[in-house]
């Protein structure tokens, strides 16, 4: 079953299809527009602003707190009962060097605030705090995808991985759109989600 959407689809692979070819749209407004810009970097609120830009057209949900608990595979993200507080450390976390940087990024990761639709725009705010704070970004084009999905998924309890697949592909072409664009693509973002219910934790 699709997730309930404003398109209409009902049909999961439909809906994949339709919501990547829109989102990319959308990404390419956020960038030629400078809202993105205009967003203070490292802040939920920044984060929330840029899913509901991308995502606004497709979801009711867009820039909204998930209301369900989020699994892939064995991993379960926050669960909703820390969500708000785990959101609230996050934007207290330092942002001043690249290590500060990705470790932020990480923990985004972790609370996974969003619905759907968490990967591409945590890549879009991660590559604005490193834009703002350092004058670089990733290079997405340069990130294997099996190395990144593999540090990403170790990275709660190693987060060496992550830090070196990223510093690699580190460019300062921060005004690059294709570079950008290839934050968003599809190939980068976590499929198969899972919910389970709060009283699965004790």
């Not at 990319?24 to 602003?49: H, M, Q």
């Not at 609370?111 to 970004?137: T, Y």
């Not at 987060?159 to 005004?175: G, H, P, Q, R």
Request: some cysteine; overall charge negative; aromatic content about 12%.
């Amino acid at each position: 079953m699709a997730l309930e959407n404003k398109l209409g689809i009902t049909s999961s692979a439909e809906l994949a299809r339709e919501e990547e070819r829109l989102s990319k749209i959308r990404a390419v407004e956020l960038y030629e527009s400078g809202y993105l810009d205009s967003l203070e970097c490292g802040t939920f609120n920044s984060l929330s602003k840029i899913h509901r830009f991308i995502f606004g057209d497709i979801y009711d949900f867009a820039g909204e707190i998930r209301t369900v608990n989020l699994a892939k595979g064995n991993f379960r993200f926050a669960p909703l009962m820390y969500l708000n507080s785990a959101l609230e450390s996050i934007d207290k976390m330092p942002q001043d060097t690249f290590d500060q940087i990705v470790e932020k990024y990480v923990e985004m990761n972790i609370a996974h605030p969003f619905r759907e639709g968490n990967g591409r725009s945590c890549r879009i705010w991660l590559d604005l705090i490193l834009k703002k704070q350092l004058g670089f970004v990733v290079d997405w084009s340069q990130v294997d995808k099996e190395d990144y999905l593999l540090a990403m998924e170790r990275s709660p309890i190693r987060d060496t991985e992550i830090k070196y697949v990223l510093k690699k592909a580190l460019t300062d072409k921060i005004n690059d759109r294709q570079i950008y664009m290839k934050g968003i693509d599809n190939s980068y973002h976590y499929e198969g989600y899972k919910t389970y219910k709060t009283e699965d934790l004790i």
